[in-house]
């Protein structure tokens, strides 16, 4: 069988300013990397050298025949401190956005990829009473580098940054599935802040004329463990509020970023731990291909009418065979999707490079291996294999 997709698909590579740009000094996860009591494991530290080595990444992305280098703006370079904006690292970032132009590669930029300026963090993050207004002055400064850039992301994955600022004060929910296998309950008061901040960003970029924007969410793949009362109950209550509830929030978005990686069974107990006996990548997690499929269906089901993006999905394994593999059966379900009318702009594999996954080099997901003391990139025959599906726009099953 052959997996046609439509004209106009969008393949490419996703990465983060602070997982690849190595020396982010200024942000708030190099200060927690750095503190004598941290719990991190290594530090990111040169990470892959891609703040001078971009062009050579550029280049890879060209070389495959990918279309599209989804990467982020460091908010803790452009405004190392509140109001101080620096021309010059704008002016760098504005030289990827050239280099991807000039080798025919469209840029995705995302303005906000988990990392803030420490002052931003020492005032509050985003429990400060001005966090809108601060990240909306920061989007308005990046806007003017931004003035041929069609695709824009706001904030990647505002749930797993609400799920990691902690439970709001008196609140019994934040500690509900803390002590056993699933994530912690969002906090309320940042999830609207973000939602606030989407919106005003939007705005902004909306004046410009030309940009679509949307932000990028990660869906779980909530499933319900079969013929167990009371399973279907907590399946909802777990899932709503830690991505359900973020896709509502991308209605009327000119699109919406679907990142999918595994899945999460959920019990009348609540959340369970990864079966005994099945296969894991390198991060733990269960090696569960359609979870694509289904996170572009709580899309749909959320964001009804909102078109999708696959902006990250891939494997951290060392068997190369092993992701192309997994890529392979996640675009089996995403083709079906599709053929059963989901409207899906593009794919994304995360990652482009080996990158720092905030605490450890250890989980590869790359489409390109990194030596982290040379920096010698190394494209594996997964690279090679998607770009031959970008350049075909499809494949054979």
């Given at each position: 069988?052959?997996?046609?997709?439509?004209?106009?698909?969008?393949?490419?590579?996703?990465s983060?300013?602070?997982?690849?740009?190595?020396?982010n000094?200024?942000?708030?996860?190099w200060?927690?990397?750095?503190?004598?009591e941290?719990?991190?494991?290594?530090?990111?530290?040169?990470?892959?050298?891609?703040?001078?080595?971009?062009?050579?990444?550029?280049?890879?992305?060209?070389?495959?025949?990918?279309?599209?280098?989804?990467?982020?703006l460091?908010?803790a370079?452009?405004?190392?401190?509140?109001?101080?904006?620096?021309?010059?690292?704008l002016?760098?970032?504005?030289r990827?956005i050239?280099?991807?132009?000039?080798?025919g590669?469209?840029?995705?930029?995302?303005?906000?990829?988990?990392?803030?300026?420490?002052?931003?963090?020492?005032?509050?993050?985003?429990?400060a009473?001005d966090?809108v207004?601060r990240?909306?002055?920061?989007?308005?400064?990046?806007?003017?580098?931004?003035?041929?850039?069609?695709?824009?992301?706001?904030?990647?994955?505002?749930?797993?940054?609400?799920?990691?600022?902690?439970a709001?004060?008196?609140?019994?929910?934040?500690?509900?599935?803390?002590?056993?296998?699933?994530?912690?309950h969002?906090?309320?008061?940042?999830?609207?802040?973000?939602?606030?901040?989407h919106?005003?960003?939007?705005?902004?970029?909306?004046?410009?004329?030309?940009?679509?924007?949307?932000?990028?969410?990660?869906?779980?793949?909530?499933?319900?463990?079969?013929?167990?009362?009371?399973?279907?109950?907590?399946?909802?209550?777990?899932?709503?509020?830690?991505?359900?509830?973020?896709l509502?929030q991308?209605?009327?978005?000119d699109?919406?970023?679907?990142?999918?990686?595994?899945?999460?069974?959920?019990?009348?107990?609540?959340?369970?731990?990864?079966?005994?006996?099945?296969?894991?990548?390198?991060t733990g997690?269960?090696?569960?291909?359609?979870?694509?499929?289904?996170?572009v269906r709580?899309?749909?089901?959320?964001?009804?009418?909102?078109?999708?993006?696959?902006?990250?999905?891939?494997?951290?394994?060392?068997?190369?065979?092993r992701r192309?593999?997994?890529?392979?059966?996640?675009?089996?379900?995403l083709?079906d999707?599709?053929?059963?009318?989901?409207?899906?702009?593009?794919?994304?594999?995360?990652?482009?490079?080996?990158?720092y996954?905030?605490?450890?080099?250890?989980?590869?997901?790359?489409?390109?291996?990194?030596?982290?003391?040379?920096?010698?990139?190394?494209?594996r025959?997964?690279?090679?294999?998607?770009?031959?599906?970008?350049?075909?726009?499809?494949?054979?099953?």
């Amino acid at each position: 069988m052959t997996r046609t997709f439509p004209d106009g698909f969008i393949w490419g590579a996703a990465s983060a300013a602070h997982q690849i740009e190595g020396n982010n000094v200024n942000s708030d996860w190099w200060e927690l990397e750095h503190r004598p009591e941290t719990t991190v494991a290594e530090p990111s530290g040169d990470a892959c050298d891609s703040y001078h080595r971009y062009p050579e990444d550029i280049r890879i992305v060209s070389e495959l025949g990918l279309d599209m280098y989804r990467f982020s703006l460091e908010w803790a370079r452009i405004e190392p401190e509140r109001g101080f904006v620096s021309r010059a690292e704008l002016d760098h970032y504005r030289r990827m956005i050239d280099t991807a132009r000039d080798h025919g590669v469209t840029p995705m930029v995302t303005l906000h990829h988990f990392t803030v300026p420490r002052w931003f963090a020492h005032a509050g993050g985003w429990r400060a009473a001005d966090a809108v207004e601060r990240f909306t002055r920061f989007t308005e400064a990046a806007a003017g580098i931004l003035d041929d850039v069609e695709w824009v992301g706001t904030i990647n994955e505002p749930n797993m940054v609400a799920i990691t600022s902690g439970a709001d004060a008196g609140d019994a929910a934040g500690s509900q599935w803390q002590s056993t296998h699933g994530l912690p309950h969002p906090s309320r008061h940042v999830s609207e802040t973000l939602a606030a901040a989407h919106r005003a960003a939007r705005a902004v970029l909306s004046g410009l004329g030309h940009v679509r924007s949307g932000w990028t969410v990660a869906t779980q793949a909530v499933q319900a463990a079969p013929g167990e009362p009371g399973a279907e109950e907590q399946a909802h209550a777990y899932s709503y509020p830690r991505d359900a509830w973020f896709l509502e929030q991308a209605v009327g978005d000119d699109w919406v970023g679907v990142q999918a990686y595994t899945r999460t069974i959920v019990g009348p107990e609540g959340p369970r731990p990864v079966a005994d006996g099945v296969e894991r990548t390198l991060t733990g997690w269960e090696y569960y291909p359609p979870a694509l499929a289904e996170g572009v269906r709580l899309a749909q089901k959320y964001a009804p009418g909102v078109p999708v993006f696959v902006t990250e999905n891939g494997l951290a394994t060392g068997d190369d065979a092993r992701r192309r593999d997994y890529v392979r059966g996640a675009l089996e379900g995403l083709h079906d999707t599709m053929q059963e009318g989901a409207e899906v702009l593009g794919y994304l594999y995360w990652s482009l490079l080996d990158n720092y996954e905030w605490g450890s080099f250890a989980p590869t997901f790359g489409l390109v291996g990194v030596d982290h003391e040379t920096f010698a990139r190394d494209v594996r025959d997964s690279a090679r294999w998607l770009g031959r599906v970008a350049q075909a726009n499809g494949f054979v099953e």
